[in-house]
């Protein structure tokens, strides 16, 4: 049995779905502008491929990686969440995408894949946040990771379970986010 056999097909998207969570979560919380966003948008493609492709990963980012190349599952056939609103929201449905994500490989995945899969989206939330320039004018002036992004960032290290100076995986208490399966819907 492989540990993509762990989770049922919604589960499945979430877990896919998380770095991409990780990254809009940071896009979200400081909008860059067009350049900004798609320096940002390269930055999260990059870290998912550079983590699932690495030497020595574990079977559940082999599992992902295959996914990646395979054909991507149809989103319709999964419920579809309220489109945000605004900003804001986008950056906390993301957040809490992200919750789900690390609870289910977290109750369902070998230690040693949870490690894993905290280091691929607390990298991908880490490129994203300093791939473009916030503030300024024409390229100057700035800063390369915002307060908005620095806060984001703070939250999403709570929510992945990550050690603040190191980026290491550390071991937090896990609870199932909002619903007791995970997916927020509180059945």
């Known amino acids: 049995m492989s ?24 896009v979200a919380a400081s909008p860059s502008g067009i350049t900004g966003v798609l320096a940002e948008a390269q930055a ?3 870290a998912i491929r550079e983590q699932v492709s690495a030497q020595g990963r574990t079977p ?6 295959a996914d990646l190349v395979g054909t991507p599952p149809d989103p319709r ?3 579809q969440e ?10 906390a449905q993301s957040v809490e995408g992200v919750r789900q994500a690390v609870w289910l490989v977290s109750s369902k ?10 280091r691929l989206l607390w990298t991908v939330a880490e490129r994203a946040a300093g791939a473009a320039k916030e503030g300024g004018f024409l390229g100057l002036g700035g800063e390369q990771v915002s307060e908005p992004e620095r806060a984001v960032l703070a939250e999403l290290r ?14 937090t208490h896990e609870t199932p ?3 007791s399966d995970g997916s927020g819907n509180g059945d």
């Open 109 to 118: 995945a070998s230690p040693a894949d949870l490690a894993a899969y905290r």
């Open 158 to 171: 709570e929510v992945i379970g990550v050690d603040a100076g190191a980026g290491t995986p550390i071991i």
């Open 177 to 179: 986010p909002a619903g």
């Open 77 to 79: 056939a999964f419920p």
């Open 3 to 26: 540990v993509k056999d762990s989770f049922t097909p919604e589960e499945w998207f979430k877990v896919m779905n998380g770095p991409g969570r990780a990254g809009a979560a940071v």
């Open 44 to 46: 999260i493609g990059a």
């Open 60 to 65: 559940l980012l082999e599992a992902m990686a």
């Open 82 to 91: 309220e489109r945000a609103r605004n900003m804001d929201e986008a950056r």
